[in-house]
């Protein structure tokens, strides 16, 4: 009997670590479905985080790349007192970042929902 009240109550902590973990990402940056993110982009920093050859294939019109192995070194030249819209091609790399920039103290962090991978507004690249 022990036994199953230590198995159910480590499976309570487990369950509430990952609720407060998936809490704590949403709190860091806010996902903007595809039309409100397309909104203010020239009012905000649009920060790409996919490697050079991935932004330079294709990306929204505006955006600075960043890639995400050099973002902890370069996020602190984006400004505090402007929004920061970030995209990757799923979203996983944007909460990511969204986490290292709230823990920096910058508070209007927002992401594109799903990433670039579902955009259907303008694509700029080098070959266009």
Same mark, same amino acid.
């Given at each position: ?6 198995? =159910? ?47 330079? @294939? ?26 920061? @819209? ?6 996983? =790399? ?11 103290? @910058?508070?209007?962090?927002?992401? =594109? ?16």
């Amino acid at each position: 009997m022990d036994t199953w009240l230590i198995i =159910l109550l480590a499976a309570v902590v487990v369950i509430l670590i990952l609720v407060l973990n998936g809490y704590r990402n949403m709190k860091s940056v806010k996902a903007l479905p595809q039309e409100e993110f397309k909104k203010d982009l020239r009012r905000v920093q649009l920060i790409d985080l996919r490697e050079k050859e991935k932004y330079e @294939y294709g990306h929204i019109m505006g955006a600075r790349n960043i890639p995400m192995m050099n973002f902890s070194m370069k996020m602190n030249s984006l400004r505090k007192d402007k929004p920061i @819209y970030l995209y990757d091609q799923n979203g996983r =790399l944007s909460i990511r970042a969204g986490r290292m920039l709230k823990k920096a103290g @910058y508070t209007e962090i927002y992401m =594109l929902k799903n990433g670039i991978s579902k955009w259907t507004g303008k694509i700029k690249s080098k070959n266009r």
